[in-house]
């Protein structure tokens, strides 16, 4: 007879036909990667055998041929109907008294070796499952805290009736399984009491975008059920591959997640119980623990470098589950399967950049996956079991999305949710049937109303937004394999952190204009001063706003300085080893006095454009304190998480003296040119620039010529008055020979130089006279980037032979008009 258990000592992935993906993944970390340090709690397995023993003793097979035979396959209306019959056949039945006897042999075998007071997770594991092209997640029981034999066999049948879920006959269906071909194997495994501390899931890549230099980790509280039910909003922690073993601090991502529930143990898990369901609970976490992260640094980058290990050793991405014990303080890794969605594109040759063309009023956000827009009818649905009021192509909007929805949602054009997390099975799930998605977004169902047009876009990075009514938008879909690659760099500006893994596919060559502005506004919000001096601050409401922000920091410039690496480590992460060249921060005094404490740090002046801004700003007492936070969290980005891809560069800068002060101040505040490969660009948006060019030259590395302002200082012409729009040119010819002449000297004193603006994609003989000049490099706005490159394909096709190599080579004999 075959056997009908085996010990994960004795199992291998080669035995998926046996006992399933996830337990002959269990039984191949056991076996392979705890002797490498990954811990993985021991465990064994019911067999395949065991499950058609199962079947063939209670005479199952016909009847649940003909229960499944009866299925609607193009409407489901009687889904819930037809499983309802199939789990109560496997439940009304019987386990065979020689299947419980192997059941027993394996329990006694680890109480013998941890004791009798053991408690197990009781795993379903469907032998057609967590194949690279389909995961099954979350569409089989998994039962926690399970004690004792009477319990255990109770959880194994129940785990047998799992086989038949609504939504895991829906999915065999999708996926084209055969019911009766499939067989079930029960993983029953030590227990991890993460009860007591925490638990979450890892991706080898960024599940959003497919970014495979991330290690997205997520958890929360208790046992790891809440995750997968999409209970609770997680932490998040985003560490950098290439810098695991390398930097002091690869963790280039915090995110703090509400957490509001933790299950654990139920007190009377030690009698027998009615369902295996009653051996936990779910309890509201207490206010001080939502505010703490679950993990330590160290603990996260043990779990990466684990996550690391299990991706070479798989040879493919990974979806990982992880347990922290709280009585141990260890970690463990309790399942892994391959990554089904991102990895299947990773090939994919086209982009589409979906962009919103006009605003409405915003319904409710959240975290947005799938970087689409698409407009519906929102339907308010409060469990799986109104799947007929949800019509095909309409909104989904309910409080969570267990796996207890997932035959509904291919039928949903997207799905909002109050609760769940970017890393949840849920999210799994609907990045794989291709819905858009909203998650935790907290009061979805009390925004939106029931029949109500609604259009969704999560184009814009990380947060997705629900807004009301149809709203316009384009599409823009380009083949990345037919698009031709100019000599001359093409990069890209940036400043929001949510877009860069995505625009890193994007064929370019880094990034030419990293904004800090826009990290400050966004994600900082606070005026470095008034974190730098708060207790100075004498507004109340002021002081208090302040407090709220930075109430996870107990040290206020800590929360400038994190915020702003983290943000800019995570534009440098997506485009290394390219070059990142971020702007120091180029605010004018109206527009840092809208931050928050910022009216109380900045004069009052006439005409900011050209006041306190730039340069003269760093070395000034009105700023010279906010201006060290800014270096110091450059410094962390760059000599603690390992960044060396990021330049820096100094806009407005009026004079070579003035250059000379700030880069002498940078090095005071731990910046030194050059040293750890430090490069320090300047701005050319000044006529004083070009002129001394070659002065300029000695202290930089590089120049980064800004047309709008070089144009406006040049003609004296604001560039925001439409009254002067007729003067304010790029193709002024005094702007183009300080241009011309900026070139020159670059070339001459061998100083890279590039521009960045609107003008080269918007006009294809601005990037001509670009090319010819001898450019290094041209940076576009995301939206702007094709045509920009198509522009300077063109470009270097009409002045053939005269650009012949890449323009980062070019020497002084470069094409000059």
Partial sequence: MAPFIKFFKDISYQDLSKVGGKNASLGEMYTQLNPAGIK????????????????????????????????????????????????????????????????????????????????????????????????????????????????????????????????????????????????????????????LASSGVIFTLDPDTGFENAIVISGSWGLGENIVQGNVNTDEFIVFKPMLDVARQPIISHRLGSKLKTMVYAENNAVELQSPADAIVNLDTPEEKQEQFILADEEVLQLARWAQKIETHYQKPMDIEWAKDGITGELFIVQARPETVQSQHKNQAFFTEYTLQEKGKILCAGIGLSNRIVTGIARILHSPSEIDKL????????????????????????????????????????????????????NATQTITD??????????????YVYEGRLKWSEHKIDLSKLERPHTKAMLILGDPEQAFKYSFL????????????????????????????????????????????????????????????????????????????????FKSNEYANLVGGRQFEPQE????????????????????????ECRAMKKVRDEMGLTNVKLMIPFCRTVEEGKKVIELMAKYGLQRRENGLEIYVMVEIPSNALLAEEFAEIVDGFSIGSNDLTQLTLGAD??????????????????QLIIMTI??????????????????????????????????????????FRGVENMVQAEQELQPLVKQPAGVQGPGAAIS
């Fill in 507 to 586: 064929p370019n060559d880094g990034v030419g204009l990293m904004r800090m502005e826009f990290i400050i506004n966004n994600a900082i919000q606070i005026h470095p001063m008034a974190l730098k001096h708060f207790e100075s601050i004498a507004d109340k409401e002021t002081r208090e706003k302040i407090e709220k922000l930075t109430h996870h920091y107990p040290n206020k410039e800590d929360y400038f300085i994190e915020k702003l690496a983290e943000a800019t480590a995570t534009i440098a992460a997506a485009f290394y080893p390219k070059d990142v060249i971020v702007r120091m921060s180029d």
């Fill in 606 to 629: 006439s005409n900011p454009m050209i006041g306190l801004r730039g340069a003269s700003r760093y070395y000034h007492p009105l700023y010279q304190d906010g201006f060290e936070l």
């Fill in 40 to 195: 993985v709690p021991d465990g064994y397995a019911t067999t395949a055998d065991a499950y058609w023993f199962f079947v063939d003793q209670n005479n199952l097979r016909e009847e649940l041929t003909q229960v499944l035979a009866g299925l609607d396959r193009e409407h489901f209306n009687n889904l819930a109907d037809v499983g309802q019959k199939a789990r109560a056949l496997i439940l009304e039945a019987k386990l065979p008294i020689e299947l419980q006897q192997e059941i027993e042999k394996g329990y006694n075998y680890l109480v013998s070796r941890y004791g009798t007071d053991i408690s197990l997770a009781v795993r379903s594991s469907a032998t057609a499952e967590d194949l690279p092209t389909a995961s099954f997640a979350g569409q089989l029981e998994t039962y926690l805290n399970v004690r004792g034999l009477q319990n255990l066999y109770k959880a194994c049948h129940h785990s047998y009736a799992s086989l038949f879920t609504d939504r895991a006959i829906k999915y065999r269906i999708d996926n084209g399984f055969e019911h009766m071909q499939v067989a079930l194997s029960v993983g029953i495994q030590m227990m991890v009491r993460s009860d």
């Fill in 744 to 785: 020159q000297k670059a070339k001459q004193t061998g100083t890279k130089v590039g521009l960045c603006g609107q003008a080269p994609s918007d006009y294809p003989k601005y990037a001509t006279f670009l090319v010819e000049s001898g450019i290094d490099s041209i940076s576009f706005n995301p939206d702007a980037f």
């Fill in 451 to 464: 029949g109500q047009e609604v259009t969704i876009s999560t184009a814009d990075g990380e947060t997705g």
């Fill in 719 to 736: 560039r925001d008055s439409g009254l002067l729009s007729g003067i304010f040119s790029p193709f002024d010819a005094a702007v183009q």
């Fill in 391 to 442: 019509q095909e192509g309409e909104v989904l909007v309910t409080q969570k999305t267990d796996p207890d929805w997932d035959p509904i949602l291919k039928k949903a054009i997207a799905i909002v949710t109050e609760q769940g997390g970017r890393t949840s099975h849920a999210a799994i799930v609907a990045r794989e049937v291709g819905a858009v998605a909203v998650l935790g977004t907290n």
